[in-house]
């Protein structure tokens, strides 16, 4: 076998953490093969940054058979370098596409006309230490332990609710002071209902693993239309003109009111990593407030960039109003009285609550 061809990448990611250089990415070996020989990453790990830092790649290249290198983060041609030779370096400014988890890649093509690619993962962190709140009880109200709750929000003074469970799935018109349902519209047994949110005198509805939204007539409860979109759903509000939907995930989607098509998307990160179980929303004062299922705990996200603002501990308010019910669910914001309540799920309490 001639070994003639002998081309070598070595890429490094140098990172400044709490005073010390740290080398992420270590050095290629050299690969020597008659028609095989090409440019590769030599690092094995995927790593994490914080969003704002300058992450300097420097790679170099030995030989003269690389006709190309493509830098490829996020789907998108960083820069291109042909002929290459040397020592390279290039400043990755991460923060660009925003935070969470995105894609890496070097890609070579050889004079030969071969094409070899090494992917990695980079997580983008929040440059952000969430501020630390707390939920306090102002005023409770009665509510039905038979309702799972998934969704709770207010319109024109009156209260709505969405509920869970095949077979148990309704939407709701209720009565804050006495805890009384005014109206209501039952699901398919098929369907587990999840949040909702109102936007135009419409309810959105989505359901968790059935794929469908369903649309109602806000002042009678009517069904209006449905709408599919893929993957699960669970929780639901707008901004007045998106609507904006949980996935169980980190990932927080905007959705086209009418066709349910995906407009952007953001991942809810601190400056630790991503924030899953994200269930009901609720937008308030230009900011996404998100029950992390299984905690008493309430996430306020920027709906901009997905960095976790602040936590709100609600387990004062679990304490007090689970009773023999399921975890904490449901965050409604009147805008009329400016008044914020939280409940649970089949929780006998509905709570005004201040935070602070």
């Not at 799972?148 to 804050?176: A, K, N, P």
Request: include cysteine; proline fraction near 3%.
């Amino acid at each position: 076998m001639n070994k003639g061809l002998r081309t070598a990448i070595i890429l490094l990611l140098i990172v400044v953490a709490g005073g010390y250089l740290y080398t992420i990415f270590r050095p290629a070996v050299t690969v020597e093969s008659e028609d095989t020989a090409h440019p590769e990453f030599g690092f094995k790990a995927n790593l994490a940054t914080k969003y704002g830092d300058i992450i300097p790649i420097m790679f170099e290249v030995k030989g003269k058979d690389v006709a190309k290198i493509d830098l490829i983060f996020n789907d998108s041609t960083l820069n291109s370098w042909t002929n290459p030779s040397g020592k390279i370096v290039y400043d990755l400014d991460a923060s660009f596409f925003g935070l969470g988890a995105k894609e890496i890649v070097l890609q070579s093509t050889m004079k030969n006309g071969n094409s070899y690619s090494d992917r990695r993962l980079v997580r983008i962190l929040s440059d952000v230490a969430p501020e630390q709140l707390t939920a306090k009880i102002v005023k409770s109200y009665p509510q039905n332990t038979s309702s799972f709750t998934q969704g709770l929000e207010f319109s024109g003074g009156t209260l709505y609710e969405s509920t869970g469970q095949r077979g148990e799935s309704q939407v709701m018109q209720m009565s804050l002071e006495s805890g009384t349902i005014l109206n209501k519209i039952g699901l398919d047994a098929n369907y587990f209902g999840e949040g909702i949110t109102i936007l135009n005198d419409k309810i959105y509805q989505i359901t968790w693993t059935e794929q469908k939204c369903f649309i109602y007539d806000k002042a009678t409860l009517q069904l209006q239309n449905d709408l599919s979109y893929t993957g699960q759903g669970w929780g639901l509000c707008n901004d007045g003109e998106s609507i904006i939907m949980s996935d169980g995930s980190e990932r927080i989607v905007f959705r086209n009111p009418e066709t349910f098509q995906i407009e952007r998307s953001i991942e809810v990160y601190d400056h630790v990593g991503p924030r899953t179980q994200l269930n009901e929303l609720e937008y308030i004062d230009g900011k996404i407030y998100a029950n992390v299922w299984m905690l008493d705990l309430v996430l306020i996200i920027d709906p901009m960039s997905g960095k976790v603002l602040a936590e709100i501990d609600g387990s004062e308010i679990s304490k007090a109003g689970k009773g023999t019910g399921d975890v904490m669910n449901g965050i409604a914001y009147n805008p009329a009285s400016k008044k914020l309540y939280f409940t649970g799920k089949k929780w006998p309490k509905l709570f005004e609550v201040t935070v602070q």
